[in-house]
């Protein structure tokens, strides 16, 4: 909000900011943290697959329609599904002790 506005910014740009900000509502998930002690490898092995293709596939360099299948099934198969059950568990267990 210290900065000068651009030619073509509108007056009121930062106290609609301001008001923007103000209107905010918390995440109900705010405090939850995740522990990934428990699929450490898995994650490793789904961040592998992800430099893999990720970028090939948001820059259009592969065919979604194509590989997209393929891609899932290694993400499958580096344990991305033990992974969100583990995180679904963490978050279940905090969200019952943060009622």
Same mark, same amino acid.
């Given at each position: 909000m210290l900065l000068y506005l651009n030619s073509n910014d509108p007056d009121n740009k930062w106290d609609?900011? $301001? $008001?923007?900000?103000?209107?905010?509502v918390n995440s109900p998930i705010l405090s939850f943290n995740f522990d +990934? /002690?428990?699929? /450490? +490898?898995? #994650?490793?092995a789904v961040q592998?697959? $992800?430099? !893999?293709? @990720?970028?090939? #596939?948001?820059?259009g360099t592969l065919d979604p329609a194509a590989n997209l299948d393929q891609v899932i099934e290694k993400f499958n198969q580096a344990g991305l599904e033990k992974v969100m059950a583990e995180a679904q568990s !963490? #978050?279940?267990? @905090?969200?019952?002790?943060?009622?």
């Amino acid at each position: 909000m210290l900065l000068y506005l651009n030619s073509n910014d509108p007056d009121n740009k930062w106290d609609e900011f $301001k $008001k923007f900000n103000a209107e905010g509502v918390n995440s109900p998930i705010l405090s939850f943290n995740f522990d +990934a /002690s428990n699929v /450490s +490898a898995e #994650l490793t092995a789904v961040q592998n697959v $992800k430099e !893999q293709y @990720w970028a090939a #596939l948001m820059t259009g360099t592969l065919d979604p329609a194509a590989n997209l299948d393929q891609v899932i099934e290694k993400f499958n198969q580096a344990g991305l599904e033990k992974v969100m059950a583990e995180a679904q568990s !963490q #978050l279940d267990a @905090w969200r019952a002790e943060n009622k």
